[in-house]
Each structure stands twice: as C-alpha cells, then as structure tokens.
C-alpha cells in the first residue's frame, strides 16, 4: 500500500502531525477489507487482546476483558472543550481548549511507542449520504478497530467520499498505559475533534458513537437545525403493510435495546404486529420536504448490555449475537462460550469470571457480596444486520419518518406507564425533566436518582439551556411534528416488585401511543399529561390486575410536589439562560399539581 491511500491534504497533514506527538512503530490504514480485519483477530489473539471463542458454536464471534477499572463511561473524565464556559453550560464538565490539549498531549507524547497506529476513515450514517457525517479515528488500540469496523461503515469507500470533501471530525485514541489518573476523553466542537486516552471501554474510545454521534453532533445538528439524539428508532407494522416509526429516549441501560426488537407478546399475536429495528441508541433526525421529522441510526452495530438478554427478555438479540461479536467483560465457559448473569440456560458450574479468575457460583467477596460472572455493564458489539429484525430501510438515505417521539427513565415511583404531552412545548418540558435512576452504565453511585434531560445529559455537546431553545424551535419549524409522551416500565408495588412485566409486553403501550398518534381514541386528562381510559390498554393475555393496571396510573400528589422542587432546583442552574417557555410549563404544572384532588 502506498503511504497515503488519500490525497486529502488536511487529512495527511493531520496523520503527519499526530504520529509526531504518538511516535507509533507504524502505520496501517483500515481500507474495510475481510482479509485485514480476519488479520487484525489473528494478531489480537495473538497479543491477548482477544479470546477466539468456540468457533462451532459461536462463528466469529472473540471475548475481550478490559481493566477492572474501565468499565464504563467515565463522566468525570469526559470534558467539553469550548473557549467560553457558557458554550458548554452548567451541566457539563468544561476545560479551556488550550489547557486541555496542553494536559492531553502530555500522555498523547509517546503514547504509541512499540504500537501500531490505525487510521480508521468513517462514515456515520450511509455513505454518500448527505444526511451523514464522517470521521477518521487514529487508534493504537486493535479492539477498537474490530469494534468500529462492527459499529460504524469503514474503509476505501469512506476515503474515496472524502477526496473532495475536507469535514471530517478528527479523532485520537490512544489506550496509553490504561491509568484511570490519565484518562480523559476531551471533545472539542470549535476544531471537529475529539481526543481519548486512557480507556479501552467502549463508550470512552468508540469515537464515532456517543464522542461524535451526540456530543459533536448536537451542536453541528444545533448550528445546521436538525437534533442529535440520544434515541432508539423502531418500526410497528400492522398487518395491512402500514409501518409507523417511533423514536424514544431513555438513559443508559433503561431499555432502548430492548424495545427497538421486541417480540409481539402472545396476547397481541392476533394483531399480526412486525417490529422493524432501525436503530438501538442513536438517532439523527431532520425536517424533510413534507413538514415532518425524518430520522436515520447513523451506527451500523449494536453495543448492547448483556446482563439480562435472554430468550424471553429479548430473544432477537440472543439470535443476532449467534455469529460475528465481540463479547466484552462476560464470563468464559469451559466449552468457549460466554455466559452472564440472566443469561439463558442453567448457571454454569464453573467459569472464568470477567476479571479472569476463576468462578464458581455461589461465591461471596470480602464484604459479603456475591461475586458475578460478568460485569453488570458487560456488553456485546454485534452487526445490526444479524437482527432478525433489521429494518430494509437502514441503507436509505432519507431514513424513516417519526410519528412518536417517546421520553422514559427509570422510576421506581412518581411517573406513570404513559402519558402524553398537551403539546410540542410541553413535551419538550416532559424532555427537559426527565430524571432516572443510575444504572452500570456509567461510573458512579447505583440507583440514585438524576435528572437526564432528554437522556442527553452526558452527551449534549453544549449549554443545555441552549439545547432547550433549540428543541422548541425544531417544533415551530415543523408543520408536522410527532406527539411526545413520556413511558415508564419501573415502576415498583409494595413489594419491590416491578409492576408492568415489560419487555415485549411494552408493545400493549406503543399501541396506545400509535392510536393516539392517529387520533383514533380519546384519553383522560390529569395534571401532568394525557393518560389512557384503562380499557384503552389491550391486555389480552396479560396476568395483570386491575389494581396493578391501576397503581400504575397514579399520581401522587405529594410525590409530584417533591418531583417539582427537584425541577426548580435543576432549572435554575441555567440561570437566564434557561427559556421562558420552560418556566411556563414549570408553573402551569405546579398550579395543576397544587389543585389537584386525585
Ligand atoms: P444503553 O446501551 O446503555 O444505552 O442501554 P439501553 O437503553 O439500550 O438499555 P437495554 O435495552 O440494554 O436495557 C438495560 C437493562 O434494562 C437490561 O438489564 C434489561 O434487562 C432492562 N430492561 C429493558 N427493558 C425493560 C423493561 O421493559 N422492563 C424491565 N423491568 N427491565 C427492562
Ligand atoms: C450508553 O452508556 O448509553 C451506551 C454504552 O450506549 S456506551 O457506548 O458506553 O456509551
Ligand atoms: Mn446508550
């Protein structure tokens, strides 16, 4: 190969400059080849990046284990580089671009010694398309080129799109010496460029997904007028042919994979329901021609949680993660296959746990917890097109249009099922409040409650004050904007135990949600939205009682009032910078809270 396979000049320029910081041993360009990337295995087995797995049960398919502490994203590390802290806001973690650069390069200088530098060219979204954005990720990291070549469309064609086109965002990873103390994973959206160093964990070196996807994206989407989402995308087709797409929302690790393949539950098969999944995690959305919201998955891959998916759970993905996956942070079985915590079959007897020792089950570490097999933020990277349900609309270019789009967290009490938004307005309020319980999915203290604007609060690239502005804007230029509602499936009886059975029972409320879409049913009115007449929820089939069916549309006043504290607390952090609408919606909720006499 030549040294160049581009005539790119910014791009060679930029390679040119980076290998003088890093100092690789040399250089290989990922042209997207079969050949390279069954090399790239090879060599990572080879170095102990990778474990080959049972090739006869599970073609293609590696485990890789990352350091017991980089196991996912790590907040506190990740930093939004503006010249201006108001460009980034109150919520972000901000550093001045010259002093972040400046501490960067520090662990950058020298970083890839004895290391092979890839340059991996992609493109986010199909490419060619001009609704997609492309990306070059320099990475001394093997597992992050397997990783991107399954998450993102990679190699010769990107390049040869980028002959004549000089944006690309410029993305630098090095895995340095993997110390949590030089970590840190920088976005800078004034240079198109993200730097990462210190991490091997996905959402940390993945860089075209969350870095570029949403935190870079957000504020091209901002600046260009389209949105930049934190969101799911799914297709509900009926049996006369007719598909309806919706988008949703929900924090990490609160069920957007789960839902973008769910299974029509029995009680529903009559209804001949097919579910397409156009996306797991990300969504890039546009006004079209037509006046309405039109939305493309810029990934090509899902990077999905494994603790929990099985058969009944989620059975597509147990049939998409058969072949050509990457497990990471799972447990390793005496016959070469994986196994984790609600996986399905029996538990297995004996194993070697994600850290690489060796488990049995049943074992219990110094403070009395039981020791698991796999990470709680264990996860798999597999291509979408092993989805027995992939959408045939993946590949064009102008994506499918939204009729809903839904917010959700996880909320053991306060929110209800569902309910709708009264408007635009409104239900961006019902975005902009969101709040969740802490998952795995991030370091930091499990199950405390958070607000998650939109599921956006780790990943809007700018001020979220302005981010608000800009979502009631997207509404006032579209003549026909999706309805908004808000979904929980968290919510917990006396007991502790979940009351909604959720999963592919989930469908029951996007029914609701279409029906209303397509302004085919009434519903009742309470003070935070609209809610369904309970006979409006089909629940053939479900062994659900009207009491729980009930519960789970209550509105507790004094829960509410406590909720509204909370949002007052979170909006003034925006100081006046947070729109006026907002503290409208604020208000109106209040006084229908205070009157209310449910
Ligand atoms: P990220 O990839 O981190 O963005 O997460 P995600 O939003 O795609 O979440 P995912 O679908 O992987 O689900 C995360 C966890 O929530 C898993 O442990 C699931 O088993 C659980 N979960 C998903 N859907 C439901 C549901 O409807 N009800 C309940 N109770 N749990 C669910
Ligand atoms: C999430 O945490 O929302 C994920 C996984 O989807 S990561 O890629 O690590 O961000
Ligand atoms: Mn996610």
Redesign the pocket.
Known sequence: MKKYPTHNKKLINWVDKMTRLCEPQDIVWIDGSEEQKLRLQEESVLSGELIRLNQKKLPGCFLHRTSIDDVARTEHLTFICTKRKRTAGPTSNWMPPKLAYKKAEAIFKGSMRWRTMYVIPFSMGPVGSEFSKIGVELTDSRYVVLNMLIMTRVGEAVLRHLEDKDDFTKCLHSKADLDINKRMILHFPEDNTIWSVGSGYGGNVLLGKKCLSLRIASVIARREMWLAE?M?IMGIEEPNGHIEYIAAA??????????AMLIPPQGLRRKGYRIWTVG??IAWMRIDSDGALWAINPESGF???A???NSR?NPNMVETIKKDTIFTNVLLKPDGTVWWE?ADGEIPAEGIDWQGRPWRPGMFDASGRPILGAHPNSRFTTPIENCPSVSFRLEQHHGVPISAIVFGGRRQHLAPLVYESFNWQHGVFLGATMASER?A?QVGKLGEVRRDPMAMFPFCGYNMAEYFKHWLKMGKNMPKAPKIFHVN??RIDENGK?L?P??GE?LRVLEWILDRCNNKISAVQTPVGYIPKISDIDITGLKLSKNSLQKLFEIHKKDWMVELESIKTFFKKFKNSLPRELWQEYKALYSRIKNYKG
């Not at 929900?250 to 839902?259: E, I, R, V, Y």
């Open positions: 934190h799911l929900f924090p990490s690790a609160c069920g957007k994979t789960n839902l797991d995690d990077f999905g949680v603790p929990g998916t759970t609600g998952t999915a499936w968290f979940f909604w959720g999963f989930n």
